[in-house]
């Protein structure tokens, strides 16, 4: 097998650093976050690290960059304490990929790539019409990660929109037929197939 020391990977450029450590975690989901900003424009952020945190009550959390990287996303949410998760399909990836574009605060991402903001009486932050999983989240707290100048924002699920079909029985949204999209690193995106579910694991 190849070694990478720190040292070998702090010689490499900013670029070549980034794809690796972001690859290096393996499969992520990809989430479009909806925002609305003090000016009344709305805001859509492309974050590749949404993550489960628990189902009772209903936490999800995404990492944020710095502020002085990436500022609307957390300012708009912690100003209204308000904001969608809306999942990307393979047929709205270039679209949403261009979401990640740093565009003045006064231009809408909706407008410039494209996508359809569906609004809701139920939350103040705008979905994307296009998506085929959208749930509105409450914001919970912001947990500044230190070491690295992130955070980690945490919020409570306070409705979920399901494509018609995608239910199971038992509560398993079935996310391949929605053609749902993975990552990996920063910019590849990846279909996917279910392989197999297994019972509950007991001893």
């Given at each position: 097998m190849q070694t990478f020391t720190p040292d070998t990977i702090a010689s490499w450029d900013r670029f070549t650093r980034g794809n690796f450590i972001n690859s290096l975690s393996g499969f992520k989901s990809t989430h479009l976050i909806g925002t609305t900003h003090a000016n009344g424009g709305y805001?859509?952020?492309?974050?590749?690290?949404?993550?489960?945190?628990?189902?009772?009550?209903?936490?999800?959390?995404?990492?944020?960059?710095?502020?002085?990287?990436?500022?609307?996303?957390?300012?708009?949410?912690?100003?209204?304490?308000?904001?969608?998760?809306?999942?990307?399909?393979?047929?709205?990836?270039?679209?949403?990929?261009?979401?990640?574009?740093?565009?003045?605060?006064?231009?809408?991402?909706?407008?410039?790539?494209?996508?359809?903001?569906?609004?809701?009486?139920?939350c103040p932050a705008p979905f994307v019409a296009a998506s085929p999983i959208q749930y509105a989240m409450q914001l919970v707290e912001v947990v500044p990660i230190?070491?690295?100048?992130?955070?980690?924002?945490?919020?409570?699920?306070?409705?979920?929109?399901?494509?018609?079909?995608?239910?199971?029985?038992?509560?398993?949204?079935?996310?391949?037929?929605a053609g749902v999209v993975t990552t990996s690193g920063i910019d590849s995106y990846h279909n996917t197939r279910l392989i197999s579910r297994f019972p509950y694991a007991k001893p």
């Open positions: 805001n859509l952020g492309l974050f590749h690290n949404v993550v489960h945190l628990g189902a009772d009550p209903a936490l999800v959390g995404f990492v944020n960059r710095p502020r002085e990287a990436a500022p609307d996303t957390l300012t708009n949410i912690e100003r209204t304490g308000w904001y969608t998760m809306n999942a990307v399909t393979e047929a709205m990836v270039a679209q949403a990929h261009q979401c990640s574009a740093k565009y003045p605060v006064d231009v809408s991402e909706f407008d410039a790539t494209g996508l359809e903001p569906l609004l809701r009486p139920e230190r070491h690295n100048g992130t955070f980690l924002v945490v919020g409570e699920v306070r409705g979920v929109w399901l494509q018609e079909g995608l239910l199971g029985t038992d509560g398993f949204i079935e996310l391949e037929k």
